[in-house]
C-alpha cells in the first residue's frame, strides 16, 4: 500500500481511487485504517519536501513577509484616520513568489469550499469498486485532453486569481477516488496557459495545504486508536516506502509533464476503470 500511495499520489492515475480499489480487492478492513493513511500521506509530504525543499523555503519566507506587510497596512490605516499627514500603504504582492503564496491560498479555500460539505459522502465512495472505477474513466479522458493541449509561457507572475480558481475546483472535484489530483490539477494548469514546469511545481505544493488539512481533521478519528508494536513497524514501513517511491514518481512525472507523454497513463486509467467496473458487476 506504501508502493500504491508513493506512486499513484504524483503520478496522473489516482491514489485515493488505487487504495480504495486495492482494499476492495483484497478485503482489507483496519480499524486503525485512519492512522496509517495519515502515515502514508506524511511519507509523499517528505517526498514534496525534499523535491521543492528552495521553493518550499520561499514560499514560507515571503507569506510571513506577507503577513507583517498586511500588518504594517493595518498600522498605517489607523495612523492616517488621526493624522493630517498621509503615509503612503505599502505594496504586497511585488515579488513572484509572494504571488505564488497568495495563488496556492486561493486554490486551498476553494478546494475547501467544494470539498469540505460532502467529506462523508466522498469517503463512502470509496467503500465500493463502482465509484472509483468510474472516475478512472473520467481520469482518463482528462488526461487524453492533456497532451492536447498548447505549451503555455505563464509563470508565477502572469497567473491570474481566476487562473487560481479553476485550478482550486479541479483538486476539489478530485478529492472523489478514481479521480487524479495530480492528474486534473496540472491539466487546469496547463489549460489555464502555464509553462509545463510551472504547472507541475503548482499542483504538487498547493498538494501540501490540501494534504496537511485532510490529516488534521482526521485527528479526532484516532482516539482510542491502540497500536501494538507491529503494527507501528508495518505502518512505518509503509511511510517510508510511499516517500521513496513518491520522490522517484514525482521526477518521472516532471518527464512526463514535458515531453507530453500522458497517453500511457490515460489508457491505463481506461483500462483500470473499465476492470473494476466489472468487477463490481460480476463478483
Not at 495612523?79 to 504582492?93: A, E, Q, T
Not at 514501513?237 to 507530453?260: D, E, F, P, R, T
Request: hydrophobic share 50%; charged share 15%.
Amino acid at each position: 500500500m506504501g508502493i500504491i500511495q508513493g506512486a499513484t499520489e504524483f503520478l496522473p492515475v489516482s491514489s485515493s481511487g488505487h487504495l480504495a480499489i486495492f482494499k476492495n480487492i483484497f478485503g482489507i478492513e483496519m480499524d486503525t485504517g485512519i492512522m496509517f493513511d495519515i502515515m502514508l500521506h506524511f511519507g509523499t509530504l517528505v517526498a514534496i519536501f525534499i523535491v521543492y525543499w528552495n521553493d518550499i523555503v520561499r514560499l514560507v519566507v515571503e507569506g510571513f513577509t506577507i503577513i507583517g506587510l498586511a500588518c504594517c497596512n493595518v498600522g498605517i490605516f489607523f495612523s492616517n484616520l488621526f493624522s493630517k499627514d498621509k503615509k503612503k500603504y505599502r505594496k504586497v504582492i511585488e515579488t513572484e513568489y509572494r504571488k505564488f503564496v497568495m495563488l496556492v491560498i486561493v486554490s486551498t479555500l476553494v478546494t475547501m469550499v467544494i470539498a469540505l460539505p460532502f467529506e462523508s459522502k466522498i469517503e463512502n465512495a470509496g467503500t465500493t469498486l463502482l465509484v472509483p472505477g468510474i472516475c478512472l474513466c473520467v481520469t482518463s479522458a482528462v488526461l487524453f485532453f492533456a497532451d492536447r493541449i498548447k505549451k503555455g509561457n505563464k509563470g508565477p507572475a502572469d497567473a491570474t486569481y481566476k487562473n487560481s480558481v479553476v485550478i482550486g475546483l479541479a483538486q476539489g472535484i478530485a478529492t472523489l477516488p478514481g479521480i487524479s489530483r495530480s492528474g486534473s490539477t496540472i491539466t487546469a494548469g496547463l489549460a489555464c496557459g502555464f509553462n509545463r514546469e510551472f504547472a507541475v511545481k503548482y499542483s504538487f505544493i498547493m498538494s501540501i495545504p490540501t494534504i496537511l488539512g485532510a490529516c488534521i481533521l482526521q485527528i479526532p478519528d484516532l482516539a482510542g486508536a491502540n497500536l501494538s508494536g507491529s503494527e507501528v513497524v508495518n505502518y512505518a514501513a509503509g511511510m517510508i516506502v510511499a516517500g521513496v517511491v513518491g520522490y522517484l514518481c514525482i521526477k518521472v512525472m516532471l518527464q512526463s509533464v514535458k515531453k507530453n507523454k500522458f497517453k500511457g497513463y490515460s489508457i491505463y486509467c481506461l483500462c483500470a476503470g473499465i476492470i473494476s467496473v466489472i468487477w463490481y458487476f460480476v463478483r
